[in-house]
């Protein structure tokens, strides 16, 4: 079959072709827009992802240290416990900050944060969060993982 195309039909396929070269211009062009969103998103959550695991392997060798240093201590108490030795706990506004062989070393060690060597005094009444600095006497409970005050 043979179609005769007319010049008012020919300038519709002229017209439609050039609205979807339009359309397919637009479409592209918020696919490129699309695209690089995407792309800026997978590069902030890469970087939230690294910057996570960073924080998770600190807190790893943070936990790993920590863990180290309390099997330490905890040889050290079980030591003094076996030797008869008492410890002291340095307290810094009622939480414990540190332990240490005697009350002597206690101090030198808080003189080394700035504390006055010699403006020891007794204890008092007041509660420990509103002291700056006290030194307890303890002594490990037999048969347990429990401290007793001296």
Known sequence: ??????????????????????????????????????????????????????????ARWDVDLAQAEAALLREELEAVRRDGRSLVLLVHYGVPHSIHRGREAAEAYAATLGVD??????????????????????????????YLAA
């Not at 005769?4 to 696919?31: D, G, P, W, Y």
């Open 1 to 58: 079959m043979i179609r005769i195309v007319t010049a008012a039909r020919l300038r519709e396929f002229r017209e439609s072709a050039t609205r979807a070269r339009a359309r397919t211009a637009e479409v592209q062009r918020l696919a490129d827009v699309a695209l690089v969103r995407h792309i800026h998103q997978v590069w902030e959550l890469t970087a939230r992802a690294e910057k996570a695991e960073t924080a998770t392997s600190n």
């Open 117 to 146: 060597r010699h403006g020891w005094g007794p204890l008092t009444d007041r509660p420990a969060r509103e002291v700056a600095w006290r030194i307890l006497g303890f002594t490990a409970k037999e048969g347990s993982n429990d």
